[in-house]
T-cell receptor, first 109, second 114 residues
Framework: GQNIDQPTEMTATEGAIVQINCTYQ??????LFWYQQHAGEAPTFLSY??LDGLEEKGRFSSFLSRSKGYSYLLLKELQMKDSASYLC??????????WGAGTKLIIKP | DAMVIQNPRYQVTQFGKPVTLSCSQT?????MYWYQQKSSQAPKLLFH???????NEADTPDNFQSRRPNTSFCFLDIRSPGLGDAAMYLC?????????????FGPGTRLTVT
């Protein structure tokens, strides 16, 4: 079967750095997405990785290791507005998105 | 400059009373998706269209149907809603179904079944 694993919940302090991990087992791989979803709202796109390595975009970075079936999302200089769920999603061999259940990130002052 | 629009944002229906949710897009994307998302769960794909080619996920209940009359619009029909169908329904679009295919989501319709 296909599976995406992420921690259910994480807590971090405003101004700090947090790393959210995602491991996956899918039938094929055609890219990995990270989305942010605030409570009661739709997911919004954060990043896309298809090759191994680090993609940096402002305060957010995403890393991929295809051989390990592993990705992480790194958030720096945390702000209160970063409190949200972060969803990892993998495109399988049919280009279908397989979604994780998301990691709820709680930012404390 | 709304890109993916869903109406209504909140829908209350009675048990067993048919309901239709609508989605429209101004992106001219080929692919449209309907997802069901329950609290703290992953979005669950119900249907997707590549142009007018309809794709029904294997585990989508028969109670759910969809229509895409043209590129811009897509509808989700729930024939006889049950209490278990209460959820957020998300519409999304993407330019293509292969390669890099970022999905753009509408704001969602939160369905309550009484």
């Amino acid at each position: 079967g296909q599976n995406i694993d992420q921690p259910t919940e994480m807590t971090a302090t405003e101004g700090a750095i947090v790393q959210i991990n995602c491991t996956y087992q899918t039938s094929g791989f055609n890219g990995l997405f990270w989305y942010q979803q605030h409570a009661g709202e739709a997911p919004t796109f954060l990043s896309y990785n298809v090759l191994d390595g680090l993609e940096e975009k402002g305060r957010f970075s995403s890393f991929l290791s295809r051989s390990k079936g592993y990705s992480y999302l790194l958030l720096k200089e945390l702000q209160m507005k970063d409190s949200a769920s972060y969803l990892c999603a993998v495109q399988d061999s049919n280009y279908q998105l397989i979604w994780g259940a998301g990691t709820k990130l709680i930012i404390k002052p | 400059d709304a890109m993916v629009i869903q109406n209504p944002r909140y829908q209350v229906t009675q048990f067993g009373k048919p309901v239709t949710l609508s989605c429209s897009q101004t992106l001219n994307h080929n692919v449209m998706y309907w997802y069901q998302q329950k609290s703290s769960q992953a979005p669950k794909l119900l249907f997707h269209y590549y142009d007018k080619d309809f794709n029904n996920e294997a585990d989508t209940p028969d109670n759910f149907q969809s229509r895409r009359p043209n590129t811009s619009f897509c509808f989700l029909d729930i024939r006889s809603p049950g209490l278990g169908d209460a959820a957020m329904y998300l519409c999304a679009t993407s330019r293509s179904s292969g390669g890099y295919a970022e999905q753009y989501f509408g704001p969602g319709t939160r369905l309550t079944v009484t």
